[in-house]
């Protein structure tokens, strides 16, 4: 199946940091990239949807000045957490899928970084 | 509030025994699918149900969708010591974006299955 890759896997950044993460399509060609967080014992909840080219699409409450999405290229997308918080500690997870809108399309995960801000 | 309820929360059987998982959820769907989650991991898609579809199988897995009821259920088979991991229903509704239109994932909050060998 489809492959999709992020880094780092683990990161531990000063409170005040940026920090970036990566979320790559490793053997296909995604159009759109789903960023998740997922606190722990949690679900997974949905930050924002990137189309290539476009900008993100915020869910609600997702402050898009703080989370900042890029999604220059078909196989790249990168989430940085600016001036990261204690609060923002968190298992942060990336999907990508190959069509922007197919019905029934599977959503690839990555295996997700797990950031914590000290 | 979240589009899918999984019950139970947790769940834990011996090995051999199967595993029933349900999910409930709230408005209209376009499909329905289960991701299966291991620890501090990424999620694993499972199997993909149409709204149009009532049952689904693959491998030791059976899902069921029943649109009337809004919800779905998983059935494990013949369970593993290695199927220990979270299970997720996932609904996708369509939406407008800048970028076009996306179906994008409303998860529920899961159930723990723990399967001791």
């Known amino acids: 199946g489809a492959v999709v890759s992020q880094h780092p896997s683990r990161v531990i950044c000063k409170s005040g940091t940026s920090v970036k993460i990566e979320c790559r399509s490793l053997?296909?060609?995604?159009?759109?990239m789903f960023w998740y967080r997922q606190f722990p014992k949690q679900s997974l909840m949905l930050m924002a949807t990137?189309?290539?080219?476009?900008?993100?699409?915020?869910e609600q409450g997702v402050e898009k000045d703080k989370f900042l999405i890029n999604h220059a290229s078909l196989t790249l997308s990168t989430l940085t957490v600016t001036s990261a918080h204690p609060e923002d500690s968190s298992f942060y997870i990336c999907?990508?899928?190959?069509?922007?809108?197919?019905?029934?399309?599977?959503?690839?995960f990555g295996p997700g970084t797990r950031l914590l801000v000290l | 509030s979240q589009q899918g309820e999984e019950d139970p929360q947790a769940l834990s059987i011996q090995e051999g025994e199967n595993a029933t998982m349900n999910c409930s959820y709230k408005?209209?769907?376009?499909?329905l699918q289960w991701y299966r989650q291991n620890s501090g991991r990424g999620l694993v898609h499972l199997i993909l149900?149409?709204?149009?579809?009532r049952e689904k199988h693959s491998g030791r897995l059976r899902v069921t969708l029943d649109t009337s009821k809004k919800s779905s259920s998983l059935l494990i088979t013949a369970s593993r010591a290695a199927d220990t991991a979270s299970y997720f229903c996932?609904?996708?509704?369509?939406?407008?974006?800048?970028?076009?239109?996306?179906?994008?994932?409303?998860f529920g909050k899961g159930t723990l299955l723990t399967v001791n060998p």
């Open positions: 999907s990508a899928s190959g069509t922007s809108g197919g019905e029934g399309e599977t959503q690839y």
């Open positions: 053997d296909f060609q995604a159009t759109t």
């Open positions: 990137s189309n290539e080219g476009s900008k993100a699409t915020y």
């Open positions: 408005t209209s769907i376009n499909n």
């Open positions: 149900i149409r709204s149009n579809e």
């Open positions: 996932a609904t996708d509704l369509l939406f407008p974006n800048s970028g076009g239109s996306n179906y994008k994932l409303t």
